[in-house]
Nanobody, 116 residues
Framework: QVQLVESGGGLVQAGGSLRLSCTAS????????MGWFRQAPGKEREFVAG????????NYADSVKGRLTISRDNAKNTMYLQMDSLKPEDTAVYYC?????????WGQGTQVTVSS
């Protein structure tokens, strides 16, 4: 299992930016594809962005393409989500996990709130 801690969320106005971080414990982080997911109130958790083990391949949900950028630094056991041109509909709790999550436990997530 990989233990994960998300940080960097907050309250931002529409059009603003945030940078989320995901720090992993252990020495196996670099073996796995990773992803960011989000859950808005009353909705199912959904995939946002994914990155392969080396960082050389990324993919995004259509709703965030061109605005969010996923990256990772395996030397620091950390993954990032740069969020630009934020919209109110991006408001959610953001989680990181292995991609696909399989049975890896979810962290507490970090709240992102975008005001209009």
């Amino acid at each position: 299992q990989v233990q994960l801690v998300e940080s960097g969320g907050g309250l931002v106005q529409a059009g603003g930016s945030l940078r989320l971080s995901c720090t992993a414990s252990g020495r196996t982080f670099s073996r796995y594809g990773m992803g960011w997911f989000r859950q808005a109130p009353g909705k199912e958790r959904e995939f946002v962005a994914g990155i392969n083990w080396s960082g050389g391949k990324t993919n995004y949900a259509d709703s965030v393409k061109g605005r969010l950028t996923i990256s990772r630094d395996n030397a620091k056991n950390t993954m990032y989500l740069q969020m630009d041109s934020l919209k109110p509909e991006d408001t959610a709790v953001y989680y990181c996990n292995k991609n696909p999550p399989e049975n890896n436990p979810w962290g507490q997530g970090t709240q992102v709130t975008v005001s209009s």
